[in-house]
């Protein structure tokens, strides 16, 4: 069970934290430099066009290092599970926010639509499921706990005493929310009943 976050792109209910590349803020700096020389170039002129090609093959490289490190944490998600569920994100919306220039660069959306198709091709049961409040809700006693800013990285219930990553604490609200929807609870699945469920490999659930 995962939730895909900013600082760490990813977060597991079984406590990884796997890192955020940011690959067009890594070469941000670059692509301006660039960009200006585009901008300082005579209008239509060839190299104009040669300072236009750079930049495109700058922003193909961004794109690249993105897909591919979307592909190998797909398969190592893969590699650990049998069942995976993440959020299903108003993607939209988060592009239009404050946040944006951010969830942009992690490219969430290419990122799930990648886990879907690795999960299909690997023989991995993949869902997604409600994200709303997954990082105000304490996933051992399911009290709410309230909006978290930014800055506060620790989940800490005053219910439970439950202290964890707040990245971890949504992806565990994330894997609650799961299991519901399948039909399936914690003991089933420790039991091996899978209920309606495609035969899945015996591994850990994320």
Known sequence: WIDVGILSFVATSTGELFPNPRPFKSLERKLKLLQQRVSRKRRGSRNQKKAQYKVSKLYERIGNIRKNY???????????????????LNLKGLTKG??????????WGQFLQILSQCCLKRGVFFQKVDARKTSQICPN?????????????????????YTTDRDVAAAQ????????AVGHTVK????????????MKESPLL
């Open 188 to 199: 089933m699945l420790s039991e091996g009943k899978f209920i309606g469920i495609p035969e």
């Open 98 to 107: 404050m946040l944006s220039k951010h969830c942009l660069d992690a490219g």
């Open 141 to 161: 006693c399911l009290t709410e706990t309230g909006k978290k800013t930014l800055a506060e990285r620790v989940h800490s219930c005053s219910n439970c005493g």
């Open 173 to 180: 609200v994330v894997a609650i929310r799961g299991l519901a």
């Open 70 to 88: 979307h592909w190998e944490l797909a398969h190592n998600l893969c590699d650990q599970a049998g069942m995976i569920f993440a959020e299903d």
